[in-house]
C-alpha cells in the first residue's frame, strides 16, 4: 500500500459521484471523506461533486470530467485526488494518466487510516490481511515488486522461479501465501479470543457497536470508569477494550468496545476484523451508540445495522443509546435518530446525563430475559452457588440439611446449563 503522508500533509482533491438510489445526506456529502482525509493526514484543497446515472466503465465519472478534475488538481497545486467510491484497478490507472497525479479510492484511504491506528499486534495483523486483499487485483499498478518490500513476504524461492513465468504472477503467488498465512494467524487469534469469551460464561455481556466516532470509547469510560482510549477523530479504536460494569442493584457485567463502524465498510475489512468483532457476536446485549447530533444519524444507524447483519449479530437483543444530546440542536433529531427502533435511551456521555437511566434499562432488559427456578444443591458447591448468584438474579435462600435452596431468576440458556450443573453433583453425591 502507498501510504498517504502523515505530518505537514499532501493537498487533495475531494471527488464524490452520487448515483440514482443512494439515499440523500443532510449535509454536504463529501464532509465524511474530508474527515477521513484530515484524519490519514491529507489537506483538502477542494471538492468536486458530480451525479452520474451509472459508472464509466473506463473513468467512473467520465473523461470530460476528470480533465476538469485534473485543470482543478493543477490549478490547487494537488498532488493526490481522493475519490469518494471504490474504484476499479483498470478505472485507477485511467485517471491517473489523465490526471497525472496519484489516485486514491475509499477503501484504500480507509486502510490507510487503520494502518495509522493499528498499536497492537492483533489489529496489525488485521490492517495486513486487509492491504494484502485489496492489493492482490491491483498488483500491475505497483511501481516495485511486492517481494522486495517489507512484510509483505520474501523473494521467490525454489518452485516459484518458472521458466518464462511473468513477475507480476509470481508477486501474485508471494501475496497469495502472505494472506494464507495471516488468517491462519488470525483464526488462532479469533479462536483464542472465542474461549475467552467463553470464560465469561457465568457474567451478562454487553458489547457497545456504532458508527466511528459516535462516542462509544467516552462512553465506556463514563460507565466503568476505565482508561479507555478517547480521541475525537474516525477511527480512534480498532482493538476491543473490556471492562466490569456494576449496575444499580450491584449487579456487575462485562461492558466492550470495539472498532466503529463506517458505511460502505469494504467486505474484506469486516472479515479481517472477525477476529475483534467476536465479542460482539458473543454479547447477550448490544448497545448500538448513535452521534444524536450528526444531521445524518439515521443513515448511521443503518450503516451499522448493515454490519451487523453482515457479522451474524443481528438478531441480538439492542438497546440504541442517542449519545451527545449535550451538543443537539433539535430535541426532534434525537427521537429521529432512534425511529424504528423500540428501545431508545438519550444520554451524554461527557456530562453524564442519561446514564442512569442507561443503566436501570439494561438491568430491566437482564430481568426481562430471565425465568424463575428453585434449585436445592450441597452447601459445600460453592462453584454452582457463586455461579447461579452471579449469572442470574438470587430472589431467596434458604439452608437446610447441608442443602441450600435458591430461588433465581436466570435466561432460559442459563436454566438449562443450570439444570446439568445439579444433575452432575446429584451423580457425584
Known sequence: MRALPRRGGEQAVLVGVLLPGEPPSHGDPLDELGLLAKTAGVKEA????Q???QPDASTFLGSGKAKEIAALAQEKQAEVVIFDVDLAPAQIR??????????????ELILDIFALHARTHQAKLQVELAQAQYLLPRLRRMWTHLSREVGLGAQAGVGMRGPGEKQIEIDRRILNRKIDELRHELKTIADRRKRLAQSRAPYFTVS????????KSTLLRALTGADAYVADQLFATLDTQTRAWTLPGKKQVFLSDTVG?????????????????????????????VDGA??????????VEEVLREIDAGETPRIVVVNKIDRAKDRLDLLAAAAGHPESVQVSALTGEGLDRLAKCVERRILEGQKEAEFRVPAGAGKMLAWLADRGTVLARTYEDGMVAVRVRMTEADLSRARRMAEDLDREA
Do not use: M, W
Open 94 to 107: 485511467n485517471l491517473e494518466k489523465i490526471l497525472g497525479v496519484r489516485v486514491v479510492d475509499r477503501t
Open 261 to 289: 463502524f463506517l458505511r460502505h465498510l469494504p467486505h474484506h475489512l469486516v472479515a479481517s476484523f472477525y477476529a475483534t468483532l467476536e465479542e460482539v457476536r458473543s454479547a447477550d446485549l448490544i448497545l448500538h451508540v
Open 51 to 53: 451525479r452520474r446515472r
Open 208 to 215: 457497545l457497536v456504532g458508527y466511528t466516532n459516535a462516542g
Open 294 to 303: 450528526h444531521p445524518d444519524a439515521r443513515l448511521q444507524v443503518e450503516a
Open 46 to 49: 477542494a471538492r468536486l461533486v
